[in-house]
């Protein structure tokens, strides 16, 4: 109002100057001391203030992949994103152990007796050996290309002649060789001679005997060679020790084979915070959710997986969501191995999805995942994995806007105006917004405003949006069997908010907090399943404005 009061006080100044201008000609005709000093200004005034429409398209505009809010045909869908709720590399789904060594004695047995030299020669001794690579799960290696790994030997020796250990395994080939290394063996005048030897294995081959499941078998093929003379002896007692060992087969490039059955588990509950509802009542129920579990993996075996989503209400009920196992398939070109897909669970799939996303909402929401490797346990399977294998489990929750709703809200607001405006507010002898609506959305809404006293604890007067009981502010349009609007039996709705005289004084004068009391149903919701917000819904409104000012000076 104080655009008015200035422009008021500014109209008075020219029409006072107006007189002043004119006085010299117009006094021999007029005689202003008849004129009163009492100045009253009291214009009506009716006028349109504005006018249009809009959709749910209008407010979203376009949808891209980051909208909230998409667009599927005529259907109005709200999207919940979670883009990495799990993500799993190679180490949770396939696990080698790191193994323990093996102890071999060459010959199996010592040498029982001196055995003299006649003729100078090289004198061997030839030995298999058996190296079984412990697993898990029922892995089956059929062949495992490593990335590191080592192959390491404690070698102990009691050969009183120099000699040579030669290790050949034919299972292992590095660079399309298999893997042959010679060890020297040399002596000492007391005890025993012994030494240690790494060998890297860095983009080996291996390639074991898989006929059994957990357990694959090396053959490693020693030969002592020892150059010796004419006259000389090998001691009684001789023999070669050696503490044998393959580690670090965990860091492959890539596994073929069955890559086991192993299952990873991980639950956990989320408290949800409920205070940004309170001064919410009544009910609410989402008819036609949609949970999408989006995946990508580079992993070439099926994996299953099984997740409960659990919701907790403040009542003591639960509500258990339980989908059958769902089997992500995989590719069978390890040269091409990422796949991506998605799993669907909706209401063909669990029967009561719609009982988790309701008002009251749960005050807590749990969900226990299970991710199996080969969940069919085909121990023939041909798999494969790499080091860089992984899973990305996301989640989609779709909420088409299919709802049936019955919501109460309520909510107190300071409201404190300064002298000014409120002496303003005095020049209103009343004041009315006059609306129109045509709704195609089938949604009511209806809202009032109690003035409220909070010093006397007094709830003084009441604005209401609709002071016709039978109807809403906004009133719903009709549905059919499907829950979607009849366009053709909808029909405008007229209205009226009345701002009387007394009613703005208590407003700016004697009201120091507002209570905001407001309704949000769908269509007849106790006999409608529910209704459906379609993407073409109009909603066309008109408002205009009828006030009546009165204003009164009289100076002093």
Do not use: W
């Not at 100044?13 to 002043?20: A, E, Q, R, V, Y």
């Not at 957990?214 to 053959?219: A, E, G, L, T």
């Not at 399977?381 to 989640?395: H, P, T």
């Not at 919701?525 to 066309?540: A, F, G, M, Q």
């Amino acid at each position: 109002m104080k655009p008015f009061k200035t422009n008021l006080k500014s109209t008075l100044l020219i029409l006072c100057s107006t007189i002043l201008v004119f006085q010299s000609c117009m006094k021999d005709k007029l005689d202003f001391e008849n004129v009163s000093n009492r100045i009253e200004y009291n214009p009506k005034f009716s006028a349109p203030l504005i006018k249009g429409s809009f959709s749910i398209e209008d407010i979203i505009g376009e949808d891209t992949e980051d909208s909230v809010i998409i667009f599927r045909g005529e259907e109005v869908i709200l999207v919940l994103n979670m883009d990495s709720v799990y993500s799993f590399v190679v180490s949770d789904i396939v696990d080698i152990p790191d193994q323990s060594p093996d102890v071999y004695s060459i010959p199996e047995d010592p040498i029982p007796v001196d055995i003299p030299i006649f003729v100078t020669q090289d004198y061997t001794i030839d030995q298999m050996e058996e190296y079984e690579i412990t697993l898990e799960n029922n892995i089956r290696l059929d062949s495992l290309y490593l990335h590191s790994g080592y192959l390491d030997m404690n070698i102990a020796s009691t050969f009183n002649i120099e000699g040579t250990l030669t290790i050949n395994i034919p299972a292992i080939t590095i660079e399309g060789q298999e893997f042959n290394e010679d060890v020297p063996l040399s002596t000492r005048e007391y005890g025993e001679f012994d030494t240690i030897v790494t060998f890297p294995l860095a983009g080996a081959v291996l390639i074991p005997d898989n006929t059994y499941a957990n357990s694959s078998y090396v053959d490693i093929y020693f030969t002592i060679t020892m150059s010796v003379e004419a006259g000389d002896t090998i001691n009684a007692g001789s023999y070669a020790e050696i503490d044998f060992n393959i580690t670090g087969l965990n860091d492959f490039i890539t596994l073929f084979g069955y890559a086991g059955d192993y299952s990873f588990n991980q639950d956990t509950v989320m408290d949800i915070d409920l205070g940004i509802l309170d001064g919410v009542s009544g009910e609410f129920a989402i008819t036609n959710p949609t949970i999408k579990i989006n995946y990508a993996h580079s992993f070439g075996l099926p994996v299953g997986v099984d997740i409960d989503i659990k919701g907790y209400f403040e009542d003591g009920d639960s509500v258990i969501l339980s989908p059958d196992t769902e089997i992500i398939d995989a590719s069978t070109d390890y040269l091409n191995p990422d796949v991506e897909g998605e799993v669907v669970i909706d209401k063909t799939k669990v029967s009561n999805i719609d009982d988790l996303l309701v008002f009251p909402p749960p005050e807590s929401i749990g969900y226990d995942l299970s991710v199996n490797a080969n969940p069919d346990g085909d121990t023939t399977a041909k798999n494969f994995v790499s080091y860089d294998s992984e899973l990305i489990i996301g989640l989609d929750v779709e909420i088409p806007l299919e709802f049936r709703a019955n919501l109460q809200f309520r909510d107190t607001l300071k409201f404190d105006l300064n002298v000014d405006t409120a002496e303003e507010i005095d020049y209103i002898e009343y004041a009315r917004l006059f609306y129109v609506f045509r709704n195609e959305f089938p949604i009511n809404i209806d809202a009032s405003v109690v003035l409220y006293d909070s010093i006397t604890d007094t709830n003084i007067d009441t604005l209401r949006f609709n002071e016709n009981d039978d109807f809403y502010f906004l009133n719903a349009a009709l549905v059919d069997d499907q829950g979607e609007t009849i366009l053709e039996e909808v029909r405008e709705f007229k209205g009226t908010i009345n701002i009387e005289e007394d009613m703005a004084y208590k407003l700016f004068n004697d009201a120091n907090k507002l209570i905001i009391i407001g309704k949000f149903t769908s269509y007849d919701p106790e006999n409608v399943s529910s209704v459906k917000i379609l993407k073409s819904y109009k909603l066309d409104f008109k408002f205009g404005l009828d006030a009546k000012i009165n204003y009164i000076q009289v100076p002093e």
